[in-house]
């Protein structure tokens, strides 16, 4: 099993939906980060999250560290939200993570207008 | 600001070869991680470079190997490349130590196929 599990694995919608994409890991960690892999390759960094719920936009992360899940949500989506998205969990490692992310296999979305 | 910068962006070479990469952060930023793209194992860390220090290293062998300049500017190295060291290999930079309190800026990558 992998400590960083994502689902669903591929998500298809309309233009206008409300999107929700979610991230379980088994690990303790210091943070959880949203990455967001357009064609070609390159990933942005959506958000870093270690507590809460952050807001960008139509993008909306929560993270419930007790359950130790994330969820990605898309309000009034749009056919250029479609990338793959990715969590990625840094350890808990006393502060010497550095970098070493693990990462979960990613949510192929596809929006049609 | 450039965002961070990869070189080469495609790479051939064959089985048995060397490839170095390399990799220029975000000006200021002090914190160079490493990280490979596989269809079937996904992203993986590789190692992440801190003031010229490696001070974290993942699950590869010693063939990947890499270095960090005072510059800041990174590079990594695969010796003998292997026909599964195809991959898209992507660096990414933060501005302080890289803790879990910042974020990451991902290069574009550069993308090796090994024939």
């Known amino acids: 099993k992998n400590e960083v599990e994502q689902s669903p694995q591929n998500l298809t919608a309309q233009e206008g939906e409300f999107i929700t994409i979610n991230c379980s890991y088994s690990v303790g960690i210091s943070a959880l980060h949203w990455l967001q892999q357009h064609p070609g390759g390159g990933i942005v960094s959506l958000f870093m999250?270690?507590?809460g719920k952050k807001k960008h936009g139509r993008l909306i992360a929560t993270i419930n560290i007790q359950e130790k899940h994330s969820s990605l949500h898309i309000t009034a989506s749009h056919p250029r939200d479609s990338a793959v998205y990715i969590c990625?969990?840094?350890?808990?490692?006393?502060?010497?993570?550095?970098?070493?992310?693990?990462f979960g296999q990613g949510t192929i979305l596809t929006v049609h207008p | 600001k450039a965002g961070v910068t990869q070189t080469p962006r495609y790479l051939i070479k064959t089985r048995g070869q060397q490839v170095t990469l390399s990799c220029s952060p975000i000006?200021?930023?002090?914190?160079v991680s490493w990280y490979q793209q596989t269809p079937g194992q996904g992203l993986q860390f590789l190692f992440e470079y801190f003031s010229e220090t490696q001070r974290n290293k993942g699950n590869f062998p010693g063939r990947f190997s890499g270095r960090q300049f005072s510059n800041s500017r990174s590079e990594m190295n695969v010796s003998t490349l292997e026909l599964g060291d195809s991959a898209l290999y992507l660096c990414?930079?933060?501005?302080?130590?890289?803790?879990?309190?910042?974020?990451?800026?991902f290069g574009p990558g550069t993308r090796l196929l090994v024939l």
């Open positions: 990625a969990a840094l350890p808990n490692a006393g502060g010497t993570s550095y970098g070493k992310l693990t």
């Open positions: 000006s200021g930023h002090r914190s």
């Open positions: 999250l270690s507590s």
């Open positions: 990414a930079s933060s501005f302080l130590a890289g803790g879990p309190q910042e974020t990451q800026y």
